[in-house]
């Protein structure tokens, strides 16, 4: 009898099936990304199409491109623009990294009340600063002189406020590189006996290098892309951003403007993009071995950082001040006595109290909106197990707003929700659209907060409730959102006060009845109402104080009680 040889045939790999909470969280993420796809990318490649269009529409290929830059008056935009923002981005990365310095490297007093101080700047529009300066050193200001004969109307004034308003932001991430610091290196560093000026650099400085570069071309971006403080003092100083105000404002030139927009998004896209690669080359500065500098006291340098760090506080203040003292001077310069007169704000064009409750209401949808949205997409890109190309495109678009300019994806809302046909259009000229497009500005570093908190929790959790059958749902809200609870706090309050003092997102997508205070500041101050201007200006700086007070007050207790594991 032949014995047959059967050979046995391939084992087929086995399939692992999908969980119901995995295809959940998968509809889930590809839902969000669709809305991020629908409130950032859309609007970008409408505005990208209406600048090859004709005004009727007809694809007209680069000539709109080729007519602006035969527009000697409007590529000069360009260079003032790089200008400004060079200039300031120095001024304002050199004051923050003194001041950070300041606080967190020397044994100077005051240091907590300096930090508080720097943060002043986050609770005011940008026109604010703008209107502080006209009255300080305007052609009635009482400090005119100090400019020895120069207009605080166009560069001067620009960089002025740009330095402002950009400061703490500058601050933030400077203080956190400087935070950071090996103790060893300076001890090797004195038994070297290096001095004070050698270790500073050799040390100090390239140990910052990554947070000083981050900085630079974060504050780059934010100025070359505000639109505030140059609309209010820029005088007839053009910059890329108050050109798209003017082309499609003014001119009803809405392809001119198109092509501004994109001129504008490519140094902010390039910052950005210069900036993340900088990040990736980033290598640990701690080790687990690494012993927390601690400053030892120095009375020269204490006493100079003072000095200097005392100076910037003053100067914070004093731009503050002098906004509050313009809103109530019955009549600047020439009745100085104190009145509410300029707070009567149905008296003016522009805007009045219903502009401000529109902006509370607006603000606070955001925030709940914004925060839910933004937390659950980032924990379904960071607990979602597989669907890599869904988790990556999701990623994307949530740090695609990052580098995209609050004028030029608004500009985008108005081709894409107002384009005939698009049933969407029914948002047009409502508080939805305005809450949509806010959110979608201030996306990416909400984005970001919420995947850092994440980050934190090991992904263990996951996997025992998944191996228990316990839902995803119930371990996120009652493990996840309990531990990321201080970051969901934070992403709430950072919503509403961005969105509460936002000028450059929504400044072409409001209606009558849902005119924005900070909209109405800037038409206050284009009718000639500079004071009520002022006024509107310093009831949101106020209202954002009150909402930051109130909110460190009533969440105390809540955080005490949700985060008591931590102190086990």
């Given at each position: 009898?032949?014995?047959?040889?059967?050979?046995?045939?391939?084992?087929?790999?086995?399939?692992?099936?999908?969980?119901?909470?995995?295809?959940?969280?998968?509809?889930?993420?590809?839902?969000?990304?669709?809305?991020?796809?629908?409130?950032?990318?859309?609007?970008?490649?409408?505005?990208?199409?209406?600048?090859?269009?004709?005004?009727?529409?007809?694809?007209?290929?680069?000539?709109?491109?080729?007519?602006?830059?035969?527009?000697?008056?409007?590529?000069?935009?360009?260079?003032?623009?790089?200008?400004?923002?060079?200039?300031?981005?120095?001024?304002?990365?050199?004051?923050?990294?003194?001041?950070?310095?300041?606080?967190?490297?020397?044994?100077?007093?005051?240091?907590?009340?300096?930090?508080?101080?720097?943060?002043?700047?986050?609770?005011?529009?940008?026109?604010?600063?703008?209107?502080?300066?006209?009255?300080?050193?305007?052609?009635?200001?009482?400090?005119?002189?100090?400019?020895?004969?120069?207009?605080?109307?166009?560069?001067?004034?620009?960089?002025?406020?740009?330095?402002?308003?950009?400061?703490?932001?500058?601050?933030?991430?400077?203080?956190?590189?400087?935070?950071?610091?090996?103790?060893?290196?300076?001890?090797?560093?004195?038994?070297?006996?290096?001095?004070?000026?050698?270790?500073?650099?050799?040390?100090?400085?390239?140990?910052?290098?990554?947070?000083?570069?981050?900085?630079?071309?974060?504050?780059?971006?934010?100025?070359?892309?505000?639109?505030?403080?140059?609309?209010?003092?820029?005088?007839?100083?053009?910059?890329?951003?108050?050109?798209?105000?003017?082309?499609?404002?003014?001119?009803?030139?809405?392809?001119?403007?198109?092509?501004?927009?994109?001129?504008?998004?490519?140094?902010?896209?390039?910052?950005?993009?210069?900036?993340?690669?900088?990040?990736?080359?980033?290598?640990?500065?701690?080790?687990?071995?690494?012993?927390?500098?601690?400053?030892?006291?120095?009375?020269?340098?204490?006493?100079?950082?003072?000095?200097?760090?005392?100076?910037?506080?003053?100067?914070?203040?004093?731009?503050?001040?002098?906004?509050?003292?313009?809103?109530?001077?019955?009549?600047?310069?020439?009745?100085?006595?104190?009145?509410?007169?300029?707070?009567?704000?149905?008296?003016?064009?522009?805007?009045?109290?219903?502009?401000?409750?529109?902006?509370?209401?607006?603000?606070?949808?955001?925030?709940?909106?914004?925060?839910?949205v933004v937390f659950l997409g980032a924990y379904l890109v960071e607990k979602t197990r597989g669907y890599r190309p869904g988790r990556a495109i999701y990623q994307f678009l949530a740090l695609l707003p990052l580098a995209v300019p609050g004028l030029v994806l608004g500009l985008g809302y108005i081709f894409f929700f107002n384009a005939p046909g698009n049933p969407l259009n029914l948002v047009y000229g409502t508080m939805v659209i305005l809450v949509m497009c806010t959110v979608a500005h201030f996306y990416s570093v909400a984005h970001l907060t919420a995947v850092t908190a994440l980050k934190q929790i090991d992904q263990e959790?996951?996997?025992?409730?998944?191996?228990?059958?316990?839902?995803?749902?119930?371990?996120?809200?009652?493990?996840?959102?309990?531990?990321?609870?201080?970051?969901?706090?934070?992403?709430?309050?950072?919503?509403?006060?961005?969105?509460?003092?936002?000028?450059?997102?929504?400044?072409?997508?409001?209606?009558?009845?849902?005119?924005?205070?900070?909209?109405?500041?800037?038409?206050?101050?284009?009718?000639?109402?500079?004071?009520?201007?002022?006024?509107?200006?310093?009831?949101?700086?106020?209202?954002?104080?009150?909402?930051?007070?109130?909110?460190?007050?009533?969440?105390?207790?809540?955080?005490?009680?949700?985060?008591?594991?931590?102190?086990?």
């Amino acid at each position: 009898m032949t014995a047959v040889a059967v050979e046995a045939a391939p084992a087929r790999p086995v399939r692992q099936r999908m969980s119901r909470d995995d295809v959940i969280m998968r509809v889930v993420l590809t839902l969000l990304a669709a809305w991020l796809l629908l409130t950032v990318l859309l609007p970008l490649w409408s505005l990208l199409a209406k600048s090859f269009e004709s005004p009727d529409g007809r694809f007209v290929g680069l000539a709109n491109f080729v007519q602006y830059f035969a527009n000697p008056q409007l590529t000069q935009s360009i260079l003032n623009s790089v200008w400004i923002a060079f200039v300031s981005t120095l001024l304002c990365v050199f004051l923050a990294f003194l001041y950070a310095y300041g606080v967190t490297r020397t044994c100077m007093p005051w240091r907590g009340a300096f930090k508080i101080v720097a943060q002043i700047p986050l609770l005011a529009p940008s026109l604010l600063p703008a209107i502080s300066l006209v009255y300080l050193f305007g052609n009635q200001g009482f400090a005119k002189d100090i400019l020895f004969g120069h207009s605080i109307y166009g560069p001067i004034g620009i960089v002025m406020g740009e330095v402002f308003w950009a400061f703490p932001h500058a601050l933030i991430i400077v203080t956190t590189a400087l935070a950071t610091a090996d103790a060893r290196l300076y001890e090797a560093a004195d038994a070297l006996k290096a001095g004070a000026w050698r270790t500073f650099w050799t040390v100090t400085v390239p140990g910052a290098r990554y947070g000083l570069i981050s900085a630079t071309f974060v504050v780059f971006t934010l100025i070359i892309t505000d639109f505030g403080v140059p609309k209010v003092i820029g005088g007839q100083y053009d910059v890329l951003a108050t050109d798209i105000y003017k082309q499609v404002i003014g001119q009803q030139n809405f392809q001119m403007g198109a092509v501004v927009g994109l001129i504008l998004l490519l140094p902010a896209v390039l910052a950005f993009v210069i900036d993340q690669v900088l990040q990736r080359r980033q290598s640990a500065l701690l080790s687990a071995r690494a012993v927390p500098y601690q400053p030892k006291p120095n009375r020269a340098i204490d006493t100079a950082l003072f000095a200097a760090c005392g100076l910037i506080a003053v100067a914070i203040l004093v731009i503050i001040g002098v906004a509050f003292f313009a809103s109530i001077a019955t009549l600047w310069p020439y009745n100085l006595t104190p009145s509410l007169k300029n707070y009567n704000f149905d008296d003016v064009d522009g805007g009045g109290w219903e502009s401000f409750f529109n902006s509370l209401q607006m603000a606070a949808l955001a925030a709940v909106f914004g925060t839910a949205v933004v937390f659950l997409g980032a924990y379904l890109v960071e607990k979602t197990r597989g669907y890599r190309p869904g988790r990556a495109i999701y990623q994307f678009l949530a740090l695609l707003p990052l580098a995209v300019p609050g004028l030029v994806l608004g500009l985008g809302y108005i081709f894409f929700f107002n384009a005939p046909g698009n049933p969407l259009n029914l948002v047009y000229g409502t508080m939805v659209i305005l809450v949509m497009c806010t959110v979608a500005h201030f996306y990416s570093v909400a984005h970001l907060t919420a995947v850092t908190a994440l980050k934190q929790i090991d992904q263990e959790f996951e996997t025992v409730s998944a191996s228990l059958r316990v839902p995803f749902y119930r371990t996120f809200f009652r493990v996840t959102l309990p531990v990321c609870l201080p970051a969901v706090l934070d992403i709430a309050m950072y919503l509403f006060v961005n969105a509460l003092t936002t000028v450059s997102a929504v400044v072409f997508l409001y209606a009558p009845q849902t005119t924005l205070a900070s909209i109405a500041v800037l038409n206050m101050d284009d009718a000639g109402d500079v004071a009520p201007a002022a006024a509107m200006a310093m009831t949101l700086f106020f209202t954002a104080v009150v909402v930051r007070v109130l909110y460190t007050a009533a969440t105390r207790r809540l955080l005490a009680r949700s985060q008591a594991w931590r102190l086990r």
